[in-house]
């Protein structure tokens, strides 16, 4: 990369602790962040299986909407104009994950909501965050006051000793279950903490004003059993755990139910429900529940060791035959020491172990539909 180019990436507010800690900085949704430490993304990817990880995740949108009215639910009925699922029924002190959808049901950006019981707390992806701000601004401003919190930082800790770790600065965190998400202190500092992540383990996301989030980390990483996490092993560890990268995974031509992600949408958003419809793309989205969709997200276990990447094209046999469909997200999963992706297929080969081929490098390697996720997930329920 060009010195001028770097110079126009974005930094978070730990880039200079990254670059402290020898991380390898690369550039990721037009910021400069790590993609791992010296230690290598493999173990770092076993660090956060086995014990704790810190991820900077300061790249996401931080987006509060403050009711107009006073009235929280009537927030969470505008915003429930713009997604799927059910907003209203979030409890306070509670979080769900969501998806904007477009008029043809795909998906512009997935999104978490929180309630903090007088205003909603979103975090959006990096890569979507301003278009995703445009859009409650150009449908919700009749409704609600929206905030950009562009001055706090995001940061992650994953892993079984998450809890352990964050203990000793915050309270509370033990009694948090997964998706309880709230205001909270974190070692003095006043910060938004979330029982929840990327990862498939259990942990903790935690907004933490700018200004503060270089010493909580350092605080966090104190702690010999945390570790810093970099972009690899994010990735590794949410492949691993089944979960959508946008723009990957899903986009503006994928629905919530060709996306497999039919559990994120409360029957009260579906057909009979009581507030059945009344988002973008709910004709689409409905029928596809009602009726089934003509393709779906599967995941894929290959028989042999080399590794199926991101746009390798599915086969239904090992010879001849137009593709009949593609892989979304694929690489070594360092828990099950073998490869491991994800990709779309036509419904009727959907099923758990069908026999498919994947071409790389010219020949087809076979694989087999496989369930997700790949590593159990160890959420505290």
């Known amino acids: 990369m060009l010195a001028h180019d770097q110079d126009s990436l974005k930094r978070t507010p730990l880039h200079s602790l990254h670059v402290s800690l020898g991380g390898k900085m690369v550039p990721f949704a037009g910021y400069d962040m790590p993609v791992q430490y010296p230690a290598g993304v493999l173990k770092e990817h076993l660090q956060t299986r086995a014990s704790a990880g810190l991820f900077d995740v300061s790249h996401m949108g931080q987006i509060a909407l403050w009711p107009k009215s006073g009235r929280i639910e009537d927030a969470a009925g505008a915003l429930e104009r713009l997604v799927p699922q059910d907003i209203v029924a979030i409890a306070p002190g509670r979080q769900r994950y969501a998806q904007f959808t477009n008029a043809d049901g795909g998906i512009l950006d997935d999104l978490m909501v929180a309630n903090f019981g007088d205003h909603l707390f979103l975090v959006v992806n990096a890569a979507c965050k301003d278009a995703d701000e445009a859009h409650l601004r150009a449908n919700l401003s009749g409704d609600c006051a929206i905030e950009s919190l562009e001055g706090r930082a995001l940061i992650a800790l994953q892993g079984p000793k998450a809890e352990a770790v964050l203990a000793k600065f915050c309270a509370e965190a033990p009694a948090m279950k997964f998706m309880d998400a709230g205001p909270h202190e974190v070692a003095g500092i006043q910060c938004f903490v979330s029982r929840s992540g990327y990862t498939g383990e259990d942990g903790f996301e935690i907004s933490v004003p700018s ?32 979960l959508c990268l946008y723009g990957h995974d899903i986009d503006t031509t994928t629905t919530p139910v060709e996306a497999a992600l039919e559990w994120s949408v409360q029957k009260s958003r579906r057909s009979g429900g009581a507030r059945a419809g009344g988002f973008p793309g709910a004709d689409k989205i409905l029928t596809h529940f009602d009726n089934g969709a003509s393709r779906r997200r599967v995941g894929l276990r290959a028989e042999g060791r080399a590794p199926v990447r991101e746009g390798a094209l599915l086969f239904a046999h090992d010879t001849g035959g137009a593709p009949i469909g593609q892989v979304t997200s694929g690489g070594f999963g360092p828990s099950l020491s073998a490869p491991v992706a994800m990709g779309y297929v036509p419904t009727n080969l959907s099923a758990l172990g069908t026999k498919l081929f994947a071409e790389v490098r010219g020949q087809r390697l076979p694989l087999a539909v496989a369930a997700m996720p790949f590593v159990k997930n160890t959420y505290k329920r």
Do not use: H, Q, T
């Open 211 to 242: 200004s503060d989030a270089e010493r909580l980390a350092k605080m966090l990483l104190d702690n010999p059993d945390v570790l810093p996490i970099g972009l690899g092993a994010r990735d590794s560890l949410r492949l691993e755990a089944g």
